[in-house]
């Protein structure tokens, strides 16, 4: 794998890279087609002829097996998923992007701490990659592509997410629904730094329904280098907040497979992991192809899906008649050029020892995720869907949601995206005062004082037990 030009020569000023100024209106550029690769099964064109995909599932596991993640592939040959399969969406503007404009220039240093932190990004750290003969760094470059996919959220400031996840114990369509809430400011790029500490981003997760989760909330203080995470959760039983350590936002959140470091698929601390290996390969993508519109509302653009546009399950579409009620049966799979990056963690108390992170080469979206704990095993499973959102601009990729396997408890969980604001300054509803512990219930006056200090890890941290509805 190589870099472009332009990377290549600001390799020269200590592993800089560009930060692009913004993302600017354009005509829609659609993704070039990728060509049926020899030795897989049969991959219909949904832009010529064909009206449906082809069935992935058990007994066809070998016939795709080239253009599947092992441990996607496994769950498929073991019976937790079936899906549809094809060489591209049918829409073929549903990867279409605006390109980006002029560069300045940042570093990543060793330990992948970009290097001064920019106080706004608007596009992508790594502008482009292409195949120019030249040798690079690839630990660097995995960085690089780390943050390309954080990014994502960055650029857009203030931002709530509206979802639903749905959480399997077994098979036999046993299922418990949970509603939250996603609030994450970036301050800096807000233009506020108040209190004496300057996080990147501050971020609330905070269950909505049912009633008796109501009150269920993780905060989040997470700041640039190799600082540990801020870390509060307040418990609707005990009525008590306590104060964790980053570790912990690799524990589920719910009585499922779903943990906060799940977000986006992947969010957890670029800083905390070192990178192994960086590879790049085609694969097939979990996508939805329903797009909703962007509202602008004064500072702020809002989107909504509506009911049936996102990740149903088998369970409620009753697609697939002999597969598990977990099954997300409105998505298909389409072929992609994917980067593999290969982690392990720098925190000895973190669950996920090791992870490989799959990310779309050309949207910098991530698509899978791989979890493994310290003795190898296989801990989690994610799957990021994608989907796109439409304005007079044309439309532009994002997260639509993601489904989570945890291969040891056999348990499946389910997240789709209903809502999503955004807004280019400082909302009401997202004050910086809700993203203090003292708004959750916890006793420190001020989470930006002098005195806070970073909690110290704990070989057996306290968590908030699972709560059944």
Not at 102 to 123: K, W
């Amino acid at each position: 794998m190589r870099v472009n030009n332009v990377a290549r020569g600001l390799r020269q000023v200590g592993f800089s890279v560009a930060v692009a100024a913004s993302l600017v209106a354009s005509p829609s550029a659609y993704s070039e087609p990728l060509a049926q690769p020899s030795g897989v099964g049969p991959l219909p064109d949904l832009q010529g002829a064909a009206k449906v995909g082809a069935l992935l599932s058990k007994p066809h596991v070998d016939l795709y097996r080239k253009v599947l993640v092992p441990e996607v592939a496994d769950l498929i040959k073991n019976g937790d998923l079936v899906v549809e399969v094809a060489l591209q969406p049918r829409r073929k503007d549903l990867f279409a992007a605006a390109k980006g404009g002029s560069a300045s220039l940042v570093a990543i240093d060793r330990v992948g701490a970009l290097q001064p932190p920019p106080e706004v990004v608007l596009g992508p750290i790594l502008p482009d990659v292409s195949d120019d003969g030249q040798v690079v760094d690839r630990t660097q470059q995995a960085y690089a592509l780390l943050w390309n996919a954080a990014i994502h959220t960055w650029r857009l400031k203030s931002l709530s997410i509206n979802a639903s996840l749905t959480t399997f114990a077994t098979s036999s369509g046993d299922a418990k629904r949970m509603d939250f809430l996603v609030q994450r400011i970036y301050p800096r790029a807000l233009g506020i730094s108040p209190g004496t500490l300057t996080p990147l981003f501050r971020e609330k997760i905070s269950a909505v329904q049912p009633p008796v989760l109501k009150g269920l909330t993780w905060l989040t203080l997470r700041f640039h280098g190799g600082d540990n995470d801020y870390l509060w959760a307040a418990s609707p039983i005990t009525g008590k907040v306590r104060q964790l350590t980053g570790s912990n936002r690799a524990d589920s959140f719910f009585s499922g497979a779903f943990s906060p470091d799940d977000l986006w698929v992947w969010s957890g601390k670029i800083e905390k992991v070192q990178p192994t290996a960086l590879t790049s390969m085609q694969l097939l993508v979990p996508i939805v192809e329903s797009t909703a519109m962007v509202r602008v509302q004064g500072d702020c653009s809002v989107v909504e899906y509506a009911k049936g546009d996102g990740i149903e399950t088998n369970l409620v579409t009753k697609r697939y008649s002999d597969a598990p009620a977990w099954v997300p049966s409105t998505i298909r799979m389409v072929l992609r050029n994917v980067f593999r990056i290969d982690l392990e963690t720098r925190d000895p108390f973190s669950v996920d020892a090791r992870q490989s992170i799959y990310i779309d080469s050309e949207t910098s979206l991530p698509v899978y995720k791989t979890v493994r704990g310290i003795d190898g095993a296989l801990n989690k499973v994610v799957l990021g869907v994608l989907g796109s959102v439409g304005s007079h601009d044309g439309v532009m990729p994002g997260w639509r949601g993601e489904v989570v396997f945890t291969p040891p408890t056999s348990g499946h969980s389910v997240l789709s995206v209903n809502r999503i604001e955004s807004c280019s300054k400082l909302a009401p509803e997202r004050e910086i005062k809700i993203f203090d512990p003292s708004a959750i219930g916890a006793k420190q006056k001020d989470a930006d004082s002098k005195s806070t200090k970073t909690p110290a890890p704990k070989p057996d941290p306290e968590t908030i037990e699972p709560i059944d509805e």
